[in-house]
C-alpha cells in the first residue's frame, strides 16, 4: 500500500524534477498528482521516465483531503495560500520556498544532517525544504562538525542560473546568443548582463550590506547544524545552467587535518569525495548536473587559522537543493510516522 502524493508547481522547473525523482527512486505512490496555477490547468506532464503522463489539476480547486503529501514548488506566494490549507486537510506538506524555513514550529530538515527534527512536523503538519545553497554546504559540513566542532564558516558561492527559475536559463542563453551575433545584451531577470559575467548579487539587499540570499545561508545553517557557528557568506550569480559550487572555509574547536577530512568526507552519507589533487581530479557543475550526491573536492588545510580547513563542493541545486531533498524529507516522513502496509 502506497501514498497519494501531490507535487504542487509540477510545470515549473522543480516541481517537474520532483516528479522525476519520485519516479526515479521508485516512492511508494499509490496516486501522483500534478497541481499547478489555472493557466497550466489542462497540460500534461511527464511522470518521469514512466511513459506516464499527468494531467495538471487547478491549484484553487484542489481538494487535500485523503492526499498524504503535497510537495510544494509553487514559490512563496500560492504557498502562503494553499500550504495551510493542504496541512488542515490532513495532508503533510513538504515546502521548496523560503516562506517557513524560519518558523520554530516547522522543522527545517536535510535528512542526512538532521533527520530527528523532522519529528516536529506535528505542530503545523508543515516541512521546510532549506535553501538550494545551504542543503549542499551542511551536507558537507555535517561530518565534520561531528568530528571536531565548527566554530566558524567563510563560503563564497558560485550559483547557476537555474536558481532564478526557467526565466534565469532563458535570459542566460538568450545573452549568450545575442552576444555571440553581435546584438545588445540587455538584462532583465537579473540586475546586469549574466552571460560571460558574474553578479555578487541574489535576491534583495538588507540594511546590513547582506542580501537575503547570504542571510538565508547564516540563518538557515545555524537551524540545521548548530546555533552556535559564526557564518559569513557571499552569494555569487555565474553563467552556469545547472549546478551550484562553493568554497568553503571552516574553522574548528578541535584539530582536524586534510587527510582526516577526507577520510571522514568519503564514508559520509550523501557525498562523493572526488580529491586527486591532479589536473580534472575535481568536480565542476558540468559533472554534477543531472546527479543525487553532493560532490567535495580540493580538501586542504588553512594555515591562516588554527585548526582550518578549506573545500570545495559541487552540486546539482535542481536535485539536492531543491527536488530531491524533499523526496528524501518524504521517504524520512514514510519511515518514521506514515508507514502503510
Not at 513538504?94 to 519529528?119: F, W
Amino acid at each position: 500500500m502506497g501514498y497519494r502524493v501531490a507535487v504542487v508547481g509540477a510545470t515549473g522547473n522543480v516541481g517537474r524534477e520532483m516528479l522525476a525523482i519520485l519516479a526515479e527512486r521508485e516512492f511508494p505512490c499509490d496516486e501522483v498528482a500534478a497541481v499547478a496555477s489555472p493557466r497550466s490547468t489542462g497540460t500534461e506532464v511527464e511522470f518521469g521516465d514512466t511513459g506516464k503522463m499527468l494531467k495538471v489539476k487547478n491549484i484553487e480547486h484542489f481538494d487535500f483531503t485523503g492526499w498524504d503529501i503535497a510537495l510544494f514548488a509553487a514559490g512563496s506566494g500560492p504557498t502562503k495560500i494553499y500550504a495551510p490549507k493542504a496541512a488542515s486537510q490532513g495532508c503533510v506538506v513538504i515546502d521548496n520556498s523560503s516562506l517557513y524555513r524560519m518558523d520554530p514550529d516547522v522543522p527545517l530538515i536535510v535528512p542526512e544532517v538532521n533527520p530527528g527534527a523532522i519529528d516536529g512536523y506535528t505542530k503545523k503538519n508543515i516541512i521546510a525544504n532549506p535553501n538550494c545553497s545551504t542543503a549542499q554546504m551542511v551536507v558537507a559540513l555535517k561530518p565534520l562538525h561531528d568530528a571536531a566542532t565548527i566554530k566558524r564558516v567563510v563560503v563564497s558561492t558560485y550559483q547557476s542560473v537555474s536558481g532564478a527559475g526557467k526565466a534565469g536559463m532563458d535570459e542566460l542563453f538568450e545573452q549568450s546568443r545575442a552576444i555571440f551575433v553581435g546584438d545588445p545584451a540587455e538584462p532583465k531577470k537579473f540586475t546586469k548582463q549574466i552571460a560571460f559575467n558574474v553578479i555578487p548579487h541574489i535576491d534583495v539587499f538588507l540594511d546590513d550590506g547582506s542580501t537575503k540570499e547570504e542571510w538565508k545561508m547564516v540563518a538557515e545553517t545555524k537551524k540545521i547544524l548548530d546555533p552556535k557557528i559564526k557564518v559569513s557568506a557571499t552569494c555569487v550569480r555565474v553563467p552556469v545552467f545547472v549546478g551550484h559550487a562553493e568554497s568553503i572555509n571552516l574553522e574548528f574547536e578541535k584539530e582536524l587535518g586534510a587527510e582526516q577530512a577526507q577520510d571522514i568526507l568519503r564514508e559520509a552519507p550523501g557525498i562523493m569525495l572526488v580529491d586527486k589533487r591532479e589536473d580534472g581530479g575535481y568536480v565542476t557543475p558540468v559533472e554534477c548536473a543531472g546527479d543525487s550526491a553532493t560532490y567535495v573536492s580540493r580538501v586542504r588545510d588553512d594555515p591562516t587559522v588554527e585548526n582550518g580547513l578549506v573545500l570545495w563542493c559541487v552540486s546539482d541545486n535542481l536535485r539536492k537543493g531543491a527536488a530531491l531533498n524533499a523526496v528524501q524529507i518524504a521517504e524520512l516522513l514514510g519511515r518514521r510516522h506514515l508507514k502503510k502496509g
